[in-house]
């Protein structure tokens, strides 16, 4: 209780001087990048409305994103990434917001959020393009997830990943594999083992032989 109430102090008394413009113009790795993050804090400590809450993190989202971009053009990947860590943190942060709301609350919420996704997006791609390549796994998985959001994703009905694969020989129609008992290249579907058929052994009456021949002996000799 003590920590809230000093760290409510200390935002209104910086917000009212340079402090608060030096600590929000910081990055991760700044020294005053800890100071925006607990002014940050207390602003949504004395938010009581959930609606004001998430409008506060997604402006958190967004100068987490902003963050990121001035870090990685000077080359600080580290600090980077953080940036990119304190990203997803708001993110998850603004879902469990939403979830936690219900019936018509919760599509303002989500309608809200949606809306704001446009100037993320943008972020994310500009920032994909500059980044270096260890960097780029994590701006494309929250460039995804930002994309699942709005339904403009090719794998939007996937959220947990593409489906499995097609094996070879089977059809589109049929990505499992074919119906069973059809063969696909060579052998029925659901891993059976197929059974070659015994081959046909030479024509009745001349075994081992050649044919036309006795056996035992040459084609036409005797034995």
Known sequence: MIQLVLAIVFAFTATTGGVAYAAKASNPGDFLHGVDLVIE?????????????????????QERLDEAQATFSKNDTTNGL????????????IAQLIGSANGADKEDLKSLYEAAL????????KLLATVPPQARG??????DEANIATGSSTDADHPFGPPTSVPDGSTTDHPAGPPTGVPNNGAPAGGQTRIAPTPAGPPSGKPGGQPGGKPGGKPGGKP
């Open 41 to 61: 804090q207390a602003q949504l400590n004395l938010t009581p409305d959930v609606s004001g809450k998430l409008k506060l993190r997604i402006a958190f989202a």
């Open 82 to 93: 953080e940036a990119m860590n304190e990203y997803r943190t708001e993110i998850s942060a």
């Open 118 to 125: 446009s100037v993320r997006k943008d972020t994310l791609t």
């Open 138 to 143: 994590a701006i494309q998985n929250a460039l």
